[in-house]
């Protein structure tokens, strides 16, 4: 594989396609959202569910009824904030994949239809994702019932060792469920397959092309950490500038001045590095995508 002409294409894609740095926001870093969708709405749910008690401790208090109506209504519509910002990563995630291959087979995308395109698989990709995870969380559950049977029966010292040995095997489980995750859902987008079909194509591919996915592995890592960093060097110069300039206002013009200066640059700099940021997560994403048709491609030769 010709790892330079992969990164090069990604680096030209994202670079040609500028609302890839949109869907970069949200879905270049997607992969591992799953374990934090469930955390999310079950954390919403139960605020809900406490919400609810309180709701019923209080009707016989009239003064407090508004209150919490307010108060539950409040957690209702946080779950469902919740639930469409993961919507949107899902979507967002998908339609990189897809508008990546798009690009390359020389049809123009802009974010409109990429991101009516991504809505196809959001179902099917939260799913895989929620699949893998399911497993690995399941692995982590055998994990513990191992630690605390050797605990109980064997000592802690033999439990402290075994859970040292077992944290390491979690780091190396964690690590492949992630890049199975990335493999699998190029499968199910770029190939069409189903969530189970999908995973089975990526083992697969995994185990013919070893050395090339490890690769692709180590590079993504290498990426991501450089694009990081570079944007972080990038904005702490205009960081430093615009607070050095707010500094001086509040000390010549007093708070009303410092905050008619601080709202709309501090927006506009947010906004800059979420964009850039959004090309870091599209260019890996990009790779990834790339990378995978050259796998698919290669497949058996």
Same mark, same amino acid.
């Given at each position: ?139 982590? $559950?055998?994990? &513990?019932?191992?630690? %605390?049977? !050797?605990? +109980?029966?064997?000592?802690? #010292? /033999?439990? =402290? ?79 430093? $500038?615009?607070? &050095?300039?707010?500094? %001086?206002? !509040?000390? +010549?013009?007093?708070?009303? #001045? /410092?905050? =008619? ?41």
């Amino acid at each position: 594989m010709d790892y330079d002409a992969i990164i090069r294409s990604a680096w030209d894609i994202c670079r040609k396609n500028r609302f890839f740095w949109v869907l970069g926001i949200l879905g270049g870093a997607s992969a591992a959202a799953p374990g934090n969708v469930i955390g999310s709405f079950a954390a919403g749910i139960a605020n809900i569910i406490g919400q609810g008690r309180s709701a019923s401790a209080a009707m016989s208090d009239p003064g407090q009824t508004a209150r919490v109506v307010v108060v539950g209504l409040l957690g209702l519509l946080a779950v469902l904030l919740v639930g469409l910002f993961f919507y949107c990563m899902m979507a967002f995630r998908a339609a990189l994949i897809d508008g990546v291959a798009q690009s390359v087979e020389g049809k123009i995308l802009g974010f409109r239809s990429a991101f009516g395109r991504g809505r196809l698989w959001v179902w099917k990709l939260l799913g895989l994702s929620l699949y893998l995870w399911l497993w690995m969380a399941l692995g982590a $559950l055998a994990m &513990g019932v191992v630690i %605390l049977g !050797a605990w +109980f029966f064997l000592g802690w #010292a /033999v439990g =402290v060792v075994l859970a040292g040995a077992l944290a390491v095997v979690a780091l190396v489980l964690l690590a492949f469920i992630s890049l199975l995750n990335e493999v699998a859902a190029r499968a199910l987008i770029l190939d069409g397959k189903g969530i189970r079909a999908s995973v089975t194509a990526a083992i697969t591919v995994m185990r013919a092309k070893k050395s090339e996915i490890a690769v692709l592995w180590a590079i993504s890592l290498g990426l991501g950490t450089a694009m990081g960093l570079g944007i972080l060097c990038v904005l702490l110069l205009p960081a430093i $500038l615009l607070g &050095g300039i707010g500094w %001086l206002i !509040a000390s +010549f013009a007093g708070t009303i #001045a /410092v905050l =008619v200066y601080a709202v709309p640059v501090g927006l506009a700099f947010t906004l800059s590095a979420a964009l850039l940021f959004g090309f870091g997560g599209a260019f890996v994403s990009a790779f990834w995508t790339l990378g995978y048709r050259e796998l698919e491609r290669t497949h058996g030769k």
